[in-house]
């Protein structure tokens, strides 16, 4: 008996008008509006993390850089100068003073997350006993705001 209830309805279903088994534009435009609605908080929510991730990165090619930056003080007992600067670490010093153990140890001048090359000052402003190593940041301006190796 079940079973033929069942098939009634299912052919009840199928001989009704064919507009009556789609949706409402109404049905339609409150889905539209859910997915809009929750796409918005998505992109809220995530909008800091790639500012928090930018940041991170930063932090950790200040860490490379300096690494690098150390090695090439062990092997020749001082550091760059401000006007050789990182490329000292790329290609061998032409001005003074000239190393004498030099050895490539970055292949390019690593570019921040704002596409800005990094900065480096010997002696520095900010960390008067060594030196400066920043960001500019996402304003590519040196302000208060750049990203550096010195204490916050």
């Given amino acids: 008996m079940k079973t033929t ?12 008008p064919l507009a009556s088994r789609a949706f409402s ?22 909008t800091g993390n790639l500012d928090a991730a930018k940041v991170q990165r930063v932090e950790a090619d200040i860490q490379t850089i300096t690494t690098q930056l150390r090695t090439y003080e062990m092997l020749n007992l001082f550091m760059p100068t401000s006007e050789q600067g990182i490329q000292a670490l790329i290609s061998s010093p032409q001005i003074e003073p000239l190393p004498r153990q030099w050895r490539q140890l970055l292949t390019e001048n690593p570019l921040d997350p704002w596409g800005m090359p990094y900065q480096y000052r010997n002696p520095g402003k900010r960390n008067v006993t060594n030196f400066d190593l920043f960001s500019t940041g996402p304003d590519k301006v040196e302000s208060a705001d750049d990203i550096g190796n010195w204490k916050r």
């Avoid at 209830?5 to 009704?16: M, Q, T, V």
């Avoid at 534009?25 to 995530?46: F, Q, S, W």
């Fill in 5 to 16: 209830i069942h098939k009634n309805r299912s052919a009840a279903y199928f001989h009704r």
């Fill in 25 to 46: 534009l109404i049905e339609i435009m409150l889905v539209l509006g859910i997915i809009a609605v929750l796409l918005g908080a998505v992109i809220k929510l995530t």
